[in-house]
């Protein structure tokens, strides 16, 4: 499939900063969608793929250029559980895809002149388990067990025609080894990004480490953070830079915290506009929002970085 957007992503972020949307899931909670279940946003691609297209919409119209699909908690082994096999797991996964790519054209239709992107997502191990431990790593798995598991996913998520795969929340140095060996020879880039606990990953490697198992990977064309607070983003985003001299994502979370047993958001926001000025002086090129981030936040993040 060809890429609708010109330049290349990676040429984008070689020329300026990119803007990301923000989150899908409290988008699709804001239009009245319930996503209490263990595929969470995954499972409207299958019951409601009109309103993740209206979500991809909302964010583009807001001023994001990439869109990052539906699909952090689409895997083989979650459909499964849903009583859906392989070749219908795979007809999802690669919808995802599609419903973002039909976002930017009608975002385009709607007067869009700018580059439009799809960042085509594969969450973590721990976000099919949905019980949180995507916030924790160290899920008992070799790296090979864990390339096994994203390599599939990765291959539909490919052919399907994304402008990058974006590597997201990974919490743990050793899947970012696996994700990084599952991701070699799709002919697609990549972006990795890891959650992060202050100055070391989940799992409480430290972000030197981590970040450079990323640096001589020809794939990955950003590295950085996300679903994080947002106080820990420009200390990270400057030792990314520093360790692998390639463009660094940011895109934290609004600065609520998940309570993963009760499935609710606590305490309150901490994600502002003024602060992304200081990330992109830091290093950061491809700036957007995580969980609890709407399309609100990210008008304003991106007349933030238009001034």
């Known amino acids: 499939m060809t890429s609708y957007a010109s330049p290349s992503l990676a040429e984008a972020l070689a020329a300026g900063t990119v803007v990301l949307d923000g989150g899908m899931s409290n988008q699709l909670e804001s239009a009245g969608h319930d996503l209490s279940d263990e595929l969470w946003s995954a499972r409207l691609l299958a019951e409601r793929p009109e309103a993740v297209t209206e979500a991809h919409l909302a964010y583009f119209t807001a001023g994001a250029d990439v869109a990052i699909t539906a699909s952090y908690q689409a895997t083989f082994e979650g459909f499964g559980r849903r009583g859906l096999g392989h070749e219908d797991a795979a007809r999802l996964l690669a919808s ?16 869009a002149g700018r580059p439009l992107w799809v960042a085509a997502s594969a969450g973590p191990y721990g976000a099919m388990l949905a019980d949180g431990s995507e916030y924790r790593g160290r899920y ?16 539909v998520l490919a052919a399907a025609g994304p402008d990058v795969l974006a590597l997201e929340t990974v919490p743990d140095a050793d899947e970012a080894a696996a994700l990084l060996r599952a991701v070699r020879g799709l002919a697609v880039p990549a972006w990795l990004s890891y959650t992060i606990d202050g100055r070391s990953t989940r799992a409480g490697q430290p972000l030197e480490e981590a970040f450079a198992l990323a640096a001589e990977a020809d794939e990955v064309i950003a590295v950085g953070v996300n679903c994080c607070a947002p ?67 990210i008008a304003s993040l991106a007349r933030a970085l238009a001034d």
């Open 96 to 111: 995802s895809v599609d419903l973002a790519r039909a976002a930017a054209r009608q975002a385009r239709d709607a007067g």
């Open 140 to 155: 008992g798995l070799s790296v090979g067990e864990l390339e096994r598991f994203h390599r599939p996913r990765l291959e």
């Open 231 to 297: 106080e820990d983003v420009e200390h990270a985003v400057a030792t990314a830079a520093r360790i692998t001299g390639k463009p660094v994502v940011a895109y934290p979370n609004s600065g609520e915290a998940w309570d993963a047993g009760a499935r609710t958001w606590t305490g309150r926001t901490t994600f502002g506009a003024e602060q992304v000025k200081a990330w992109r002086d830091a290093g950061a090129r491809l700036i957007g929002g995580c969980c609890r981030v709407g399309p609100e936040a």
